[in-house]
């Protein structure tokens, strides 16, 4: 029975070294993809515009877990824009201008825009079938709705919006730059 006993906590073990070694190789590989990313290191260009990943996307007043949450998002899919960055984290500022610093994994490259989130008035923006605002709107859409890019030519943005997809002129958007092309 001692025996048996012995042999079950060495496979045990066995499976545990197996596993800690695979763990480790994949943290190595994680730490090589992220040191890519890294300022100087092919970085990808600052500024830019991302979204939130989550529902809940903890703002901080600096760059590590131990600085204060300032605010918290709780809208995934959200655009914010990537304004400077130091080693995982990255500094982003929202629609309003707020900004503070958020762990990279909680961002998406996965590029959303909000319908003039400036406008306090409550008019809404065509979505129009085609590029051209003389073409019929499939949809009105009101100051801050959330849509997905499919893609930009500078001027006009082709978006899905829950049911619907069209353009909308590019200069009503918040999450893309002017003249932005996107593909």
Request: hydrophobic share 45%; proline share 4%.
């Amino acid at each position: 029975m001692l025996a048996v006993r012995h042999l079950n906590l060495l496979a045990i073990g066995l499976v545990l070294a197996v596993g800690l070694f695979a763990a480790g190789e994949v943290a190595a590989e994680d730490s090589a993809k992220h040191a890519a990313l890294e300022p100087g290191k092919n970085a990808l260009p600052v500024p830019r515009f991302v979204s939130l990943k989550s529902d809940k996307v903890n703002v901080r007043k600096g760059p590590a877990t131990d600085q204060a949450i300032v605010w918290v998002f709780s809208r995934a899919g959200l655009p914010v824009e990537v304004i400077a960055e130091s080693d995982n984290w990255r500094r982003v500022r929202d629609s309003e201008g707020a900004d503070g610093w958020v762990f990279h994994s909680l961002l998406s490259a996965r590029r959303t825009v909000l319908i003039t989130p400036w406008s306090k008035d409550g008019s809404s923006v065509p979505l129009y079938s085609s590029k051209s605002t003389s073409s019929r709107a499939v949809a009105a859409l009101q100051a801050g709705v959330l849509g997905n890019v499919l893609n930009c030519d500078g001027e006009w943005c082709e978006l899905s919006v829950e049911d619907y997809s069209g353009y909308v002129q590019q200069n009503e958007l918040w999450g893309v730059y002017k003249g932005e092309e996107i593909k």
